[in-house]
Nanobody, 123 residues
Framework: QVQLVESGGGLVQAGGSLRLSCVVSGRTFSRYAMGWFRQAPGKEREFVAGISWSRNSTYCADSVKGRFTISRDNAKNTVYLQMNSLKPEDTAVYYC????????????????WGQGTQVTVSS
């Protein structure tokens, strides 16, 4: 059974930073891609970023490019999302996702989900 546990969310002021973490168990982590999604109230879930098994990254939301960085530490079975220069519109529940293969594109279907971590950015 694949399990994903997110952490690192919280309440921050605009312009601040957060680093989200997602610890994965139940699979050979280093051979699979990972991704981050987010969902704001009343909006569809949005694919933010993905990272392949070889650490090639893809940023799928134009609004986060240049501010967010996805990375992974295979020794810790953990994927990260570093979020800088946060804006109120970044407020959402952020979900870690584990697709079935080693690659992740902006149109790839989702796989296993974590429970999400709340990020709230105040004005």
């Amino acid at each position: 059974q694949v399990q994903l546990v997110e952490s690192g969310g919280g309440l921050v002021q605009a312009g601040g930073s957060l680093r989200l973490s997602c610890v994965v168990s139940g699979r050979t982590f280093s051979r699979y891609a990972m991704g981050w999604f987010r969902q704001a109230p009343g909006k569809e879930r949005e694919f933010v970023a993905g990272i392949s098994w070889s650490r090639n990254s893809t940023y799928c939301a134009d609004s986060v490019k240049g501010r967010f960085t996805i990375s992974r530490d295979n020794a810790k079975n953990t994927v990260y999302l570093q979020m800088n220069s946060l804006k109120p519109e970044d407020t959402a529940v952020y979900y870690c996702n584990a697709p079935p293969g080693p690659y992740y594109t902006c149109n790839s279907p989702p796989g296993y989900w974590g429970q999400g971590t709340q990020v709230t950015v105040s004005s």
